[in-house]
């Protein structure tokens, strides 16, 4: 079974646009939670969505977005690009219950975004 | 919310020898999950361990939920096991894997 993917693997963005990141979890997950590291540090969570509804928001401005789509699919949306949002993505799919509590979370290989 | 501290912070060794990697956190958790970070960036599951042991092959773990602790035992290292390693946990009704800051972990041949 294939694990947990995400797209684009590599980004370059300039300060100030847009961007867009994509997640498609485990077969059979209904969770799906978003997560950046930065350089040097351990991954801060971001959001988590569970059945299409935002079930947990980390500590990041209203510039990032998600959203999660009838198949369980994610996509991270980050406005107003800042040299400070340069990280590695990471994605992380659990099969639900509406929170990780008491479910282990497999990760995909992240996207790695770096802004100019 | 939880903090969680791991140690050491790094760990240099040969080939064939055997480390302890140690991660405290300071309130009831109801998830562990000990990951490896390869060179590449990618995280790779190792564990989940809330409580209790378990072994994987060289890889081996342990949770003493009540003592607040978790310990990763990495037996006869290769080369192949350097990175870094994370512990992360989520608190009952928390949404989140908090992560520890990582152990950087090189094994020389």
């Known amino acids: 079974d294939a694990g947990v993917t995400q797209s684009p693997t590599h980004l370059i963005k300039t300060r100030g646009q847009q961007v867009t990141l994509r997640c498609s979890p485990i077969s059979g997950h209904k969770s799906v939670s978003w997560y950046q590291q930065v350089l040097g540090q351990g991954p801060q969570f971001i959001f988590q969505y569970y059945e299409k509804e935002e079930r947990g928001r980390g500590n990041f401005p209203d510039r990032f977005s998600a959203r999660q789509f009838p198949n369980y699919s994610s996509e991270l949306n980050v406005n107003a690009l800042l040299l400070g949002d340069s990280a590695l993505y990471l994605c992380?799919?659990?099969?639900?219950?509406?929170?990780?509590?008491?479910?282990?979370?497999?990760f995909g290989d992240g996207t790695r975004l770096s802004i100019l | 919310g939880i903090q969680v501290e791991q140690s050491p912070p790094d760990l240099i060794l040969q080939e064939g020898a055997n480390s302890t990697l140690r991660c405290n956190f300071s309130d009831s958790v109801n998830n562990l999950q000990w990951f490896h970070q390869n060179p590449w960036g990618q995280l790779i599951n190792l564990f989940y361990?809330?409580?209790g042991t378990k072994q994987n092959g060289r890889l081996s773990a342990t949770t003493v939920a009540t003592e607040r602790y978790s310990l990763l035992y990495i037996s006869s290292s290769q080369t192949t096991d350097s990175g870094v390693y994370f512990c992360a946990v989520a608190t009952p009704g928390r949404r989140a894997l908090t992560f520890g800051s990582g152990t950087r972990l090189q094994v020389q041949p």
């Open positions: 992380a799919s659990s099969p639900g219950g509406g929170g990780t509590g008491g479910q282990p979370q497999h």
């Open positions: 361990i809330p409580s």
